[in-house]
């Protein structure tokens, strides 16, 4: 009787190779220089067009005031979020004391809530228009309310910010791309 070689069973290195695929994964994940950061495809590109229902008596941006000559805010906004009502004290000293222009996209909300919010809560929009199927959010790549984009004289996406603006975020993210010293 001759003794037949073993074939090598190939499934034994699947644990392995998959564990240090994921190892490597992960480790190439935590070298980011903030994991919490979410990309986005449009930071130094032109703004996306959008197409704004009226929500204010004053008619509701334009492309041409997205690309106006002055550095402005677009804000991403609800009634029905709470973290949007936070950033409302923040946007309105933005605003008013800080003299930043700001334009606002009310995102898949009620026109007669979204205008009470504004009521309530003081209205610090230069702009403001509403968004009701949520396209020019998509368009935008906003991914929640609220969102914050930096936008400069040109048009041209400097900063994507994800949730309520905060006095950090305010003073370390948005004021450097301003040329405003901190308040």
Known sequence: MTDTPKK????LLAPPIIFLGLAAMFYLGLQRENPNALP???????VPAVNLTDLRTDPAPTNADLTADTIKLVNFWASWCGPCRAEAPILEQMATEMDIPIIGINYKDQPAQALAFLDELSDPFIKVGADFTGRNAIDWGVTGVPETFVVDENGTILLRYPGPITSDVLNNRILPLLNKPGE
């Open 40 to 46: 986005s495809e449009f930071i130094n590109r032109q």
């Open 8 to 11: 090598f069973n190939y499934f």
